[in-house]
């Protein structure tokens, strides 16, 4: 048993698994009262292929977790699901959802923050303010420059097409696939 979990400890340090620490927007909510940070909300639905890729291939990616962990308060958010959501003054629900077997319709949060496709990441700032949001199916190396910018707020300097090149220049080699 001794060489089992030995070997385990071994194979996760070389491979190094990544992990998102994943919470409610409740939570996380409630842990910038304590400690401000940026949120980051993953729009998903289960039935959804490219949102099971994007956990697999992005947020599993051990430098995009590493970022997310450190700088981010990160939320699923089950796009058509059935959990009330107090943001902003408002609560929502689901009001037609029918069960976890069929498509619902989509919850009142995922409209109001103008969720039209899935996968969608948005991001909130420390006051819960939204920043922006990426929708579809984005590989590590492609969200990498917007984690990075969003969590150091180089975001709020970069002002012209022109900067924003330039920035994604300095990360096209640094994630690998």
Request: proline share 4%; net charge positive; glycine share 4%.
């Amino acid at each position: 048993m001794k060489k089992l979990i030995l070997i385990f400890l071994i194979a996760t340090g070389f491979f190094g698994i990544a992990q998102v620490h994943w919470m409610t927007l409740a939570q996380a909510m409630e842990a910038q009262k304590k400690e401000p940070k940026k949120i980051l909300i993953d729009f998903y639905a289960d039935w959804c292929a490219p949102c099971r890729e994007m956990e697999k291939q992005t947020y599993n990616h051990p430098e995009i977790a590493k970022i997310i962990n450190g700088s981010f308060y990160a939320v699923k958010f089950e796009s058509d699901g059935n959990e009330t959501v107090h943001y902003a003054g408002h609560s929502f629900s689901n009001p037609d959802y029918k069960s976890k077997k069929n498509k619902n319709t989509l919850h009142q949060f995922t409209k109001y923050m103008n969720i039209n496709m899935i996968p969608t990441m948005v991001f909130l700032d420390e006051s819960s303010n939204p920043i922006t949001s990426l929708s579809g199916f984005l590989k590590a190396k492609e969200v990498e420059p917007y984690f990075t910018m969003i969590a150091t707020d180089e975001y709020k300097t970069i002002k012209s097409r022109q900067e924003w090149e330039g920035y994604q220049k300095k990360f096209r080699s640094k994630i690998k696939e």
